[in-house]
């Protein structure tokens, strides 16, 4: 789920920060630079994991910054296509639901990728499984989940300008660089507690069974 990438960079220090130590202020530059962001083909950065390399600092000509030249490690969250994780439901809506990691919410469930006879309620802005002979078990707002990887999306940037109306509001925004494709059609997939009250009512029944042998001696 996460890997380290090693980067090389030209890193600004701006004047308020020399008064930190040279490893501080340089890693909060590069944190400031690349945490929660995306990078193509990489995966969406987290924090800085350790330098590596630095070279001398350079004062900017008219500007006052230091520049660094640095090769440091980040933490990248990068599953694999495959990977179970989990997360919770964030919201939902006709073409699926959309997964909350805590650190992003770039993770989409299309509804394809649900269980057979799943509906959604648009009353209830909810999913619903269905099954066979079962009772009606919801795909709930703040529910925990499992979800399996599927693939994911990369989108290519274009530069744009944020337009926005009389009343000063944004009217449109950039879409995410990148997300990730899961499903929720496979046994133990879903809301955890569907599993859990599942596995909680077959050891009912297996102690049940033990009370009655103990019985009939």
Same mark, same amino acid.
């Given at each position: ?5 090693t980067? $090389? ?6 004047? #308020? ?38 070279? $001398?600092?350079?004062?900017?000509h008219?500007?006052?910054l &230091?520049? &660094?030249?640095v090769? +440091?490690?980040?933490?990248?969250f %990068? ?6 994780l989990?997360g919770?439901i964030?919201s ?5 639901? &959309? ?6 919410s770039? &993770? ?5 990728? !649900? +269980?057979?006879n799943?509906t959604?309620?648009?009353? $209830?802005?909810? /999913?619903?499984? *269905? ?5 009606? !078990? +919801? +795909? ?5 989940v499992?979800? #399996?990887? $599927?693939?994911?999306? /990369?989108?290519?940037q274009?530069?744009t300008?944020?337009r926005?109306?009389?009343q ?5 925004? *950039?879409d995410?660089?990148? %997300?990730?494709?899961?499903s929720?059609?496979q046994?133990g997939?879903?809301p955890?507690?569907w ?6 009512e ?5 102690d ?7 019985a009939?001696e």
């Amino acid at each position: 789920m996460f890997i380290l990438t090693t980067i $090389e960079d030209l890193i600004q220090i701006p004047p #308020r920060d020399f008064g930190k130590p040279s490893a501080q202020a340089l890693k909060d530059a590069i944190n400031a630079k690349y945490s929660n962001k995306i990078i193509q083909k990489v995966g969406l950065c987290l924090c800085m994991w350790d330098l590596l390399q630095t070279s $001398e600092g350079l004062i900017g000509h008219g500007t006052g910054l &230091v520049n &660094v030249n640095v090769e +440091f490690r980040m933490t990248v969250f %990068r599953p694999f296509r495959g990977e179970i994780l989990y997360g919770r439901i964030k919201s939902a809506n006709e073409e699926g639901i &959309v997964i909350d990691l805590d650190f992003t919410s770039e &993770v989409f469930i299309p509804h394809q990728n !649900l +269980f057979e006879n799943s509906t959604f309620d648009e009353g $209830e802005s909810t /999913w619903i499984w *269905r099954p066979e002979g079962g009772a009606e !078990l +919801f +795909f709930d707002k703040g529910e925990p989940v499992l979800f #399996r990887v $599927e693939q994911e999306e /990369w989108i290519d940037q274009k530069p744009t300008m944020v337009r926005k109306n009389e009343q000063g509001e944004v009217e449109e925004t *950039r879409d995410t660089a990148w %997300r990730l494709i899961g499903s929720m059609n496979q046994s133990g997939l879903g809301p955890t507690l569907w599993w859990e009250e599942a596995g909680g009512e077959e050891a009912g029944e297996e102690d049940g069974d033990v009370d009655m042998d103990g019985a009939g001696e």
